[in-house]
């Protein structure tokens, strides 16, 4: 089956240094999305990448999708007390129905 | 609009008790998931939809029960509570049949503990 390997488990930063958390996949990936759960919360979407290469920015946020659509990673430049929570890239492989889950990197930021 | 509501937020079970989780979406979504997270261990699927009338087995579905007589309702049952599935359960809807392409919508989490 798909494994989605996620990268580091975990990360202390201070506020103002950036962050990145990087995605593998055993098999090549029809899409990729990544969540973000806050402490206590339930995960949030935050955006889905689907070509190869691709790359899209919100705000701070860099998202990037390899070019063998089997790894993708999320740059957080100046990391901010807001950007605190556990974020989740999740696969979906090709011919598969279902979104595969990488076990989260928790980022913890400190002022 | 209330989005994935699951009930109870917060149960505690007894060794080899039964009970449901409840989910109820109403954005007429026709996929629906039920994921399980424990600490170190991402979010694991049990069971899955794409439709009323339709379930399949995820990664982890021992011990669980799904059945979609609704588009809007996705319940879980626990046929015999165990320690092992204390655990955060999380529901989640997708626009479309497979929920290809489009994003997860998720519920607020039942924390659950079996003692």
């Known amino acids: 089956g798909q494994q989605v390997m996620q990268i580091p488990q975990y990360q202390h930063v201070q506020e103002g240094e950036d962050f990145t958390t990087y995605c593998n996949s055993s098999t090549t990936l029809s899409n990729i999305q990544w969540y973000k759960q806050r402490p206590g919360g339930h995960p949030v979407f935050l955006i889905q990448?689907?070509?190869?290469?691709e790359v899209k920015k919100q705000k701070r946020l860099t998202f990037q999708f390899g070019e063998a659509k089997k790894n993708s990673s999320l740059h957080i430049t100046a990391t901010q007390t807001t950007d605190v929570g556990t974020y989740f890239c999740a696969g979906r492989g090709s011919g598969y129905s279902t979104l595969t889950f990488g076990k989260g990197t928790m980022l913890l930021v400190s002022p | 609009n209330a989005g994935v509501t699951q009930t109870p937020k917060f149960q505690v079970l007894k060794t080899g008790q039964s009970m449901t989780l409840q989910c109820a979406q109403d954005?007429?979504?026709?996929?629906m998931s039920w994921y399980r997270q424990d600490p170190g261990m991402g979010l694991r699927l049990i069971h899955y939809?794409?439709?009323?009338?339709?379930?399949d087995q995820g990664e982890v579905p021992n011990g669980y029960n799904v059945s979609r007589s609704t588009t809007e309702d996705f319940p879980l049952r626990l046929l015999s509570a165990a320690p092992s599935q204390t655990s955060v359960y999380f529901c989640?809807?997708?626009?479309?049949?497979?929920?290809?392409?489009?994003?997860?919508?998720f519920g607020q989490g039942t924390r659950l503990t079996v003692v």
């Open positions: 989640a809807s997708s626009y479309g049949n497979r929920g290809l392409n489009t994003e997860a919508f």
């Open positions: 939809s794409v439709g009323a009338g339709i379930t």
């Open positions: 954005m007429n979504h026709e996929y």
């Open positions: 990448l689907v070509k190869s290469g």
